[in-house]
């Protein structure tokens, strides 16, 4: 008899460091591994199985629709009982179906439900890159939720002065081009520091620059930058977007902050988001601990420096200040939310 062994319940689809971090709280840097410096935060969930019978082949599928509309399929040949699957989208119930062929030449299919951990973000893995992850897939307040698959963050695409060893693969590339439909490349850096020209790394995608400066991003020198990068976002065609600087973590940290404060992302959750490149490649990023904290001060003050109550208020109060327009911010939510 064909049974799915796993997985069961509610999966998590990143490290037990950073499951406990999120689960426990305190500083960040308290979690941090060193033997999770050369990994990605994405951990695989292994669809596994039994029988009793030889067989040929399994033909896995999941989906999430129990009409398995666009599923993924995998297929394994022989007695193997173990599949693993990786960038599952957060807080989904997924369906599973396995028919295994059998040698005697009989079929036999069994079905099976789990589901994604709601809580931190949703990592992903992408082959030659680091640090990589949907900014989307968070519940609102008023019970809607920023949509996935929108807006991807993460480390830089191809070698650059700071770092010779990374680089999308030949299937990372087809990943990005062909899984996620990547359509605009946001590099949060300058032509000289990316050593790029005006092609993106991304078969098809188009290139922006708009060069920013750290965790003071939103000064008279680079303001101009961040009202262009929020009229990319507030145009639909664009998107899906991948926003990211060298480590996906500086730069792309408190941009992302920004957008999520202004999708109406609860403070607590974009502190954690910011600090979850901890669990990278990157290394840590800390609020209350290690070098970033009088970065991230820093970023706080200019936060607070137009007014407003709430983190949304400041957000939106700051933007204004620098030219980006309520329309604009209208239109990236209606974008972004569900």
Known sequence: MLKILSPNGT??????????????GGDVANYFNNQLIESNQAIPVFISWQTDKPAHSFTVKYSESPSFDNCKTLVVVGNVNTVEVYNLLKATTYYVEI???????????ATHTFSTI???????KIDGIFNTRDIGGYLLSNGKRTKQNKIFRGGALSPCKDNETIGLTCS?????????????????????????????????ANLIYATLHGYDAIT????????????VLADEKNYPIYIHCTGGADRTGTI???????????EQTLIEDYEFTTFSYYT????????????????MN???????QTVLEKTENLLFSIGVTKEEIDSLRQIMID
């Not at 200019?302 to 407003?308: A, D, M, R, T």
């Open 11 to 24: 999966v998590c689809l990143y490290s037990k460091s950073a499951e406990n971090y999120l689960t426990n």
């Open 99 to 109: 028919s295994a062929l059998y040698v005697d030449d009989t079929i036999e299919i």
């Open 118 to 124: 709601e809580k931190g973000p949703r990592p992903l």
């Open 172 to 204: 990372g590339k087809k990943y990005m081009s062909e899984v996620l439909n990547i359509k605009t490349e946001i590099d949060l850096r300058g032509r000289e520091e990316a050593e790029n020209g005006d092609d993106s790394a991304i078969p098809n």
């Open 220 to 231: 008279v020198d680079y303001a101009q930058n961040v009202k262009k990068l929020f009229s």
């Open 256 to 266: 992302c902050y920004l957008v999520n404060a202004l999708l109406g992302v609860d």
């Open 284 to 299: 840590i990023r800390s609020t209350k601990s290690n070098w970033t904290e009088p970065l991230w001060g820093k970023f």
């Open 302 to 308: 200019l936060l607070n420096s137009k007014g407003g």
